[in-house]
């Protein structure tokens, strides 16, 4: 077991790549990146050929019309992270000194941690989504989410025991924020309660979500995502390494501490509430002071700043050339003395006659 990461004093170059979940896509996203940056379209290519969904067609100029439906959704901020993460090892040569994923942003925290392969993490995602997809189908997943902003969490608490004592059936889902939860669980009792609580929060509305993640109902499937992990049907087991990177997983709230626990998180984290929240305040208690969401959107760049108030958090978010090379710049250490550079006519006027230095 690891010893928890105390950042004691942080150079200014050091930064936590936290990765944006569902609902960050959007039309254009990773356009800019694959035009500029041959390893980024190469890295589109390659995901759209394994999950076909083909990223540019889905995502690059106006978007197609599926481009928020689960499957490409998913695999599109995936592929859209990976890139942005890319361009700052490939280009500025910087590496977060910790990671963490909100929701489907933990498979490109993972990787981004070496705990997984890249191309093991997107077989993960895409049984996750499979299994998923397959048990909606069945009807056995009739669910969905919502957001309420503005309430402590025993208000949310009491409205949701009104409805029904059943965990299983409605949760919070995600702690986003001291004022700001995500509710999870059967359609009609989700809508119920977002109705509820709206005269009361500051927001509360239903989200374009099917299938009510982070919540107990998916265990059966949690199970199955294990087996795939561990090896069934003849195929080899995924490769979970212990992290190489300091891990933190919002489904513990915490430092991930073994390859064990990595592995733990990986098969559960869509079965169980997301305390992200939490994590942002074990980060910061480690000696994390800034931060960047690295991948499309702006979700988790406004939970930093409601979280920690004190953090520096990357504004626009990482997710194009400019807004990378603009961090960049942020985190270049100062000049060690002002230099103003000569102009070409003042450099050559200072240099000696060749001529004349010959003749002497």
């Known amino acids: 077991?690891?010893?928890?990461?105390?950042?004691?004093?942080?150079?200014?170059?050091?930064?936590?790549?936290?990765?944006?979940?569902?609902?960050?896509?959007?039309?254009?996203?990773?356009?800019?990146?694959?035009?500029?940056?041959?390893?980024?379209?190469?890295?589109?290519?390659?995901?759209?050929?394994?999950?076909?969904?083909?990223?540019?067609?889905?995502?690059?100029?106006?978007?197609?019309?599926?481009?928020?439906?689960?499957?490409?959704?998913?695999?599109?901020?995936?592929?859209?992270?990976?890139?942005?993460?890319?361009?700052?090892?490939?280009?500025?040569?910087?590496?977060?000194?910790?990671?963490?994923?909100?929701?489907?942003?933990?498979?490109?925290?993972?990787?981004?941690?070496?705990?997984?392969?890249?191309?093991?993490?997107?077989?993960?995602?895409?049984?996750?989504?499979?299994?998923?997809?397959?048990?909606?189908?069945?009807?056995?997943?009739?669910?969905?989410?919502?957001?309420?902003?503005?309430?402590?969490?025993?208000?949310?608490?009491?409205?949701?025991?009104?409805?029904?004592?059943?965990?299983?059936?409605?949760?919070?889902?995600?702690?986003?924020?001291?004022?700001?939860?995500?509710?999870?669980?059967?359609?009609?009792?989700?809508?119920?309660?977002?109705?509820?609580?709206?005269?009361?929060?500051?927001?509360?509305?239903?989200?374009?979500?099917?299938?009510?993640?982070?919540s107990s109902s998916l265990s059966a499937i949690c199970d199955r995502l294990q087996s795939f992990l561990e090896g069934n049907k003849g195929r080899r087991a995924v490769v979970v390494k212990p992290p190489a990177v300091p891990l933190y997983a919002p489904m513990i709230g915490r430092l991930v501490e073994s390859a064990e626990e990595a592995a733990h998180v990986l098969s559960k984290q869509i079965c169980r509430p997301s305390l992200f929240a939490p994590t942002l305040r074990s980060m910061s208690e480690a000696g994390l002071t800034r931060f960047a969401e690295v991948g499309p959107g702006d979700v988790v760049t406004k939970l930093v700043r409601w979280t920690l108030r004190d953090a520096k958090v990357a504004n626009p978010g990482l997710e194009d050339p400019e807004s990378i090379e603009a961090f960049a710049k942020e985190l270049a250490p100062p000049p060690l003395f002002p230099f103003k550079e000569k102009s070409t006519v003042a450099l050559a006027s200072a240099q000696p006659d060749s001529c004349g230095s010959e003749s002497k």
């Open 1 to 214: 077991m690891s010893a928890p990461l105390v950042v004691r004093s942080a150079s200014s170059s050091a930064f936590a790549a936290l990765f944006p979940g569902q609902l960050s896509e959007k039309a254009g996203m990773g356009e800019a990146l694959a035009r500029r940056f041959e390893f980024a379209s190469s890295l589109f290519e390659e995901i759209s050929r394994r999950s076909g969904v083909r990223i540019a067609d889905t995502f690059f100029g106006e978007g197609a019309k599926n481009l928020h439906d689960d499957l490409p959704a998913q695999v599109g901020v995936f592929s859209v992270s990976l890139a942005a993460l890319e361009t700052l090892r490939r280009i500025h040569h910087l590496e977060p000194v910790a990671v963490a994923g909100y929701s489907l942003g933990t498979y490109a925290a993972f990787v981004a941690a070496g705990a997984l392969e890249t191309w093991a993490a997107l077989d993960v995602l895409l049984e996750a989504e499979r299994l998923m997809s397959e048990a909606s189908r069945r009807g056995e997943l009739d669910g969905t989410m919502a957001y309420v902003i503005g309430l402590p969490r025993p208000a949310v608490e009491e409205a949701l025991a009104s409805l029904t004592p059943d965990r299983a059936r409605l949760a919070i889902a995600t702690e986003n924020a001291a004022a700001q939860f995500v509710l999870t669980g059967e359609r009609a009792l989700v809508a119920a309660a977002a109705e509820a609580l709206r005269p009361k929060a500051l927001k509360a509305d239903l989200l374009s979500i099917n299938v009510p993640m982070h």
